[in-house]
């Protein structure tokens, strides 16, 4: 598992108070033990142990007083200058989206007036917002964020962009950490986060109360089947998916995925070949081929089955498209598959 990690700096500020309480009190005990000892004759002089004593109580005493009188007055005041500060967004984490078949988990956020590791930021600001994710691909596809961009909205003000370019390895996991500078006084009131590549739909989460459902993925009714006679091959839709995602890619804004499980059984005496042109879809008069195909060519022994995952991408809110079977150039045969969702 591939990790980011960062690191977070203190301020010394109640180190340099304590020192300066420390100088103001030698000053004003020798002034005063000065005032003492030579406003008197020397016969009767105390002894200097016991001014010491005396006049450092009274010291210690009016110091005392004063600071009860500060801090009564202060009250509830904001935190000085330097003084750790860290706020969590009104959310219960761990939170996840799915992007791209990748489920991507929000595990850890925080707005502080710390400075994360200088490799984390673009510039130093009053307030940071410190996020972790866990990013973990669950398929047998490569992922790839190609120049994706992770954007942060608050309530005011234009979203903050982070650029992410990451490769997830099929069934692989990683931990990235991002940080974004914040004007002073930002909160998470209203944030939200949203992930998408140039062109493509974005993933979105709220950091500010409950995220909206994406109402993704749709199930379709599946067991539809079609033959073809040369070269001997029935088509069944095994299953069949309306998604955002299809096989480790993202849709296109405005589009959507249409992921098909096909079973192909040889009917013929000798071996049937089923690939990426045994397949294409119809959206009114326009062909589609297949985005993804897995496998992408398989030698069907007779009388047994191979089983074909394909995507297709397809306008959003489509509500019926043709499903092409055979080798274009050959036997073909069709099946009108609704997309309305399963009950």
């Keep these: 598992m591939k990790r980011r990690i960062f ?28 005032c003492s000892l030579f406003s008197k004759p020397a016969s009767l002089v105390p002894n200097p142990s016991n001014i ?11 110091m005392m007083g004063g600071l009860g009188t500060l801090q009564s007055q202060m009250g ?40 994360p590791d200088m490799s984390l930021i673009d510039q130093p600001s009053p307030l940071y917002a410190v ?40 069934q692989d996991s990683m931990k990235v950490t991002e940080a974004f500078s914040l004007p002073d006084g930002a909160t998470w009131d209203g944030a939200t986060l949203s992930l998408a590549e140039d062109g493509k739909e974005p993933a979105l989460m ?4 409950p995220t909206a459902p994406t109402g993704f993925p749709v199930n379709i009714t599946a067991g ?19 998604d955002l995602d299809g ?5 296109d804004k405005g589009n959507e995925y249409l992921v098909l499980v096909v079973d192909a059984t040889c009917k013929n005496t000798d071996s049937c070949l089923v690939g990426r042109d045994s397949f294409r879809i119809f959206v009114g008069d326009t062909p589609q081929a297949a985005i993804n195909i897995d496998p992408v060519v398989a030698a ?15 306008p959003a809110n489509s509500k019926q498209v043709v499903f092409q079977v055979g080798e274009s150039t050959r036997d073909t045969a069709k099946i009108t598959l609704d997309l309305s969702p399963a009950h």
């Design 206 to 209: 709220s950091l500010d109360g």
């Design 131 to 170: 996020l972790t994710f866990q990013m973990v691909n669950p398929t047998i596809y490569d992922v790839h964020f190609n120049n994706a961009v992770l954007s942060l909205k608050l309530k005011s003000g234009d979203p903050i962009n982070k650029n992410i370019d990451e490769y997830l390895n099929p």
């Design 300 to 314: 069907v022994n007779d009388d047994t089955t191979q089983s074909m995952k394909l995507s297709f991408q397809i």
């Design 7 to 34: 690191g977070l700096s203190s301020s010394p500020t109640s180190r340099r108070s304590r020192l300066s309480w420390a100088a103001i009190s030698a000053v004003t005990l020798t002034v005063l033990l000065g």
């Design 224 to 242: 539809q089947e079609a033959s073809v006679k040369d070269p001997g091959l029935t088509y069944k839709v095994k299953s069949r998916v309306v």
């Design 52 to 62: 010491i004593t005396q006049e450092a109580g009274k010291l210690e005493s009016t």
């Design 247 to 251: 096989m480790g890619v993202r849709a």
């Design 76 to 115: 509830d005041t904001p935190m000085p200058a330097g003084t750790p500060m860290v706020l969590k967004p009104n959310i219960q984490l761990p939170l996840s989206v799915q992007y791209a078949d990748a489920k991507i988990t929000l595990t850890d956020a925080e707005i502080t007036n710390q400075m």
